[in-house]
């Protein structure tokens, strides 16, 4: 019986030291909602989904953990957390999230991000290039909308991993 707890325990060990450790692949293999609000929560960028030249969409942790909870019936209450307590990106995803749920609390959110000046990373996955954005920038339906499109998720084109 030790031989196995032995061998069990260095099959995890070794699992955990040749996989990736980063957010995309844990979220996207364990899907943890605790950890995909603590993802958005902790960050300070945005950047929108991202597809590989077959045009399937590669894996990305705040994509991921943003469309999890807008997907929860609890959803709400879990942006207008994130949207009281996360850092600058971590808000736009929030405020994107309260605009695609109609949330209780978005025309509030989006006035008090009218005098929000901390700067989100917006990254361009086309020119691999980021840009600092006010937060205030985006407080608005046009915006919202577009952003909340941009993140909702389109069926994969046949040949893509579902």
Known sequence: ???ISTLA???V???????????DFWLYHLGSLTYGVHVLRRTEGFARPHFNSSGCEIPFAHVIAWRMIAALPAGDSLVRH??????SGGRLYALIGLYRLRAQGLQAAIRRT?????LVFVWDW???RTAEV??????NEDSLRTLSRLLEAAPPPKGCAA
Not at 114 to 118: K, L, P, R, S
Request: a negative charge; hydrophobic letters at 50%; charged letters at 20%.
């Open 1 to 3: 019986m030790p031989l």
């Open 9 to 11: 325990a260095l099959a």
């Open 13 to 23: 060990a070794s699992f955990i030291v040749v996989t990736p450790v980063d957010d």
């Open 82 to 87: 994130i949207f009281a307590r996360g850092r």
């Open 114 to 118: 009218h005098q929000d000046t901390a």
């Open 126 to 128: 086309d020119t691999h």
């Open 134 to 139: 006010s937060v205030k920038v985006y407080a």
